[in-house]
């Protein structure tokens, strides 16, 4: 995969603080861009290091987080595909790194 984490960092960090009820709606807007663009650069970097299953996994998670076909879920909903997504980041980190040692 690419060398730095920053991009999964800072995905986990928004996300984390998506589970907060009582953010205004514009951090939810600036989380599905971010989100989106991140794991679109993961797909990317999937597709050019050969991948196929993050491929996938992040490709999907692309989708979820689209931010212009939205995909409108309640909270409990969108709670649990943030906690699903900081620990599908947190699983691919771990995984593609130790591919690399």
Do not use: Q
Request: hydrophobic share 50%; glycine share 2%.
């Amino acid at each position: 995969m690419h060398k730095t984490k920053t991009p999964e960092i800072i995905a986990i960090i928004l996300l984390a603080l998506a589970l907060n009820p009582y953010n205004p709606y514009g951090f939810y807007v600036l989380l599905r861009w971010v989100c989106c663009a991140i794991f679109i650069f993961l797909t990317i970097t999937s597709i050019e290091n050969k991948k196929e299953s993050w491929i996938w996994v992040f490709g999907v998670l692309a989708f979820i987080y689209n931010p212009i076909i939205r995909i409108h879920l309640n909270k409990f909903l969108w709670t649990i595909i943030n906690i699903t997504s900081i620990v599908i980041i947190s699983i691919s980190f771990r995984k593609l790194r130790n591919e690399h040692d």
